[in-house]
């Protein structure tokens, strides 16, 4: 199993950003993926995740009507979306995956994602 994360970037305070996260390998099963981010000096947190299927999510208050999870067309692919960016979204993001138990379900819970990316840098500047 693999995750591929990508599009970080740096830009500025009110921009816009895709974060895109490939997963291959998950075969069988139902898989949720989550969006987690680890800014400097503090703990990983999860920010954002969604269901196998139906397009069930969840967001973080801090990134709620900013960042819009989703997946593609070939599920393997999910997205976040980034809108009105702040100072403070500044730091390595991190897509996950963990088995689910339904095609509806999400699992927030950081220690039940067994597959992780190597990680994305999104900085924003004022």
């Known amino acids: 199993v693999q995750l591929q994360a990508s599009g970080g970037g740096s830009v500025q305070a009110g921009g816009s950003l895709r974060l895109s996260c490939v997963a291959s390998?998950?075969?069988?099963?139902?898989?949720?993926i989550g969006w987690f981010r680890q800014a400097p000096g503090k703990e990983r947190e999860g920010i954002s995740f969604i269901s196998n299927s139906f397009g069930v999510t969840s967001y973080a208050d801090s990134v709620k009507g900013r960042f819009t999870i989703s997946r593609g067309n070939n599920k393997n692919t999910v997205y976040l979306q980034m809108n009105s960016l702040k100072l403070e979204d500044t730091a390595v993001y991190y897509c996950?995956?963990?088995?689910?138990?339904?095609?509806?379900?999400?699992?927030?819970?950081?220690?039940?994602?067994?597959?992780w990316g190597q990680g994305t840098l999104v900085t924003v500047s004022s």
């Open positions: 996950a995956a963990a088995k689910t138990y339904s095609a509806r379900y999400y699992t927030t819970r950081e220690r039940d994602y067994r597959y």
């Open positions: 390998g998950l075969t069988s099963g139902y898989y949720g």
